[in-house]
């Protein structure tokens, strides 16, 4: 298969194959006994309406969930974690890209994805992300440094917090001469990418391992005219596909250490050991002489409780390969009272390190 085969072929949720009949329920089961099914690993179906389901998640959330966990990120991770393995084993049927339940929401992706499908199984934890990226995909997001909305693909990282967006742009803002070619490593929605076109930079390479990010990009250029020529994308791990060198480099990494959960786009947000060892060797290599990377990072990890060392202060201590420009901090906003999610800001930094190669 070609590359550009590749990236055209979206990514999707992987259905669910059964080789024992699943227990199923309806809204008069035993939602304790389900409980108890979804704990021992049985695949549990839902027979009857949407809502059956969710009243079963919300009863799996209190057996599994803790308010004392809340308050130690790692133990609250590991909970996380469980319930979304024990989540993962309640199903409904998908019939044609239509979820087999009453009162259940229609959801575009399930029709673009599996159409074609006459029945399949999903869980409800990949039903519940298609609907929320749906919404997300449909209303899109308005930025407070884009006129226009991006619409993030399934699938595809995009930011939920400004900070960083808002220090880049004050950086790009400050850059008195132009920028022949940058890289947007790890590109997600491409927001950092659009960022910089607004700017002095007259050339972008957006790279992401994700095919559903490209995807995403490239329909976001199409609504806003983006020509490809600006802006380029490439399915490629780093620099694995990179054979240019660029006065440029952005990275917004994952913030955190420890191997991902298991939940998808956790990838982003978790890095793995050797991950940052790995970049700055490959980015070296890409950098003109006189290059030029902007780092958008956190002290999350240190506020968090975790040991690790910082891996830029590492890589600069350790290695003669890049020395620091500028570091510039922003105090992390405090979260929205919106959001339910556990959160822990009030000594947390976002950060901007511009390096220079030696």
């Known amino acids: ?208 391992i994700n095919t559903n990010a490209l995807l995403s990009i490239k329909e976001d250029m199409d609504r806003m005219n983006v020509d490809s020529s600006k802006l380029l994308t490439l399915h490629s791990d780093l620099f694995k596909k990179v054979d240019e060198e660029s006065d440029l480099i952005v990275f917004n990494p994952p913030w955190l250490p420890e191997k991902s959960d298991g939940e998808g786009l956790d990838d982003a947000i978790y890095y793995k050991p050797g991950f940052f060892e790995r970049f700055f060797t490959e980015a070296y290599d890409h950098m003109k002489p006189d290059g030029r990377m902007v780092i958008l990072f956190s002290n999350l990890a240190q506020v968090e409780g975790y040991h690790e060392e910082h891996p830029v202060i590492t890589e600069l201590a350790l290695n003669n390969r890049f020395k620091k420009v500028n570091l510039i901090k922003r105090k992390a906003a405090k979260k929205s009272k919106k959001t339910k999610r556990r959160d822990n800001r009030k000594n947390e930094y976002i950060e901007l390190w511009e390096l220079r190669r030696h």
């Open 1 to 208: 298969m070609s590359e550009l085969k590749k990236v055209d072929i979206p990514e999707m949720p992987e259905p669910i194959l059964l080789k024992h009949k699943p227990k199923s329920i309806n809204k008069k089961s035993d939602m304790d006994q389900a409980t108890q099914w979804l704990m021992e690993g049985k695949y549990v179906l839902v027979e009857d309406e949407y809502s059956t389901g969710l009243k079963l998640l919300s009863e799996l959330k209190k057996r599994v969930f803790s308010k004392q966990m809340k308050e130690n990120f790692k133990k609250y991770r590991d909970q996380r974690s469980a319930y979304y393995f024990y989540s993962n084993n309640l199903l409904s049927r998908i019939n044609n890209g239509k979820i087999g339940l009453d009162k259940a929401p229609e959801i575009g992706w399930l029709e673009r994805f599996y159409s074609e499908s006459p029945e399949l199984y999903l869980s409800f934890p990949q039903i519940q992300g298609l609907n929320s990226s749906w919404q997300w995909y449909m209303n899109g997001i308005q930025y407070p440094i884009l006129t226009e909305k991006l619409h993030p693909y399934y699938g595809t990282y995009f930011p939920t917090r400004f900070d960083h967006l808002l220090l880049f742009e004050n950086w790009l803002k400050q850059q008195k001469s132009e920028i022949e070619l940058a890289f947007d490593i790890g590109a997600g929605c491409g927001i950092l990418s659009f960022q910089m076109l607004n700017h002095n930079v007259n050339r972008v390479i957006a790279t992401d």
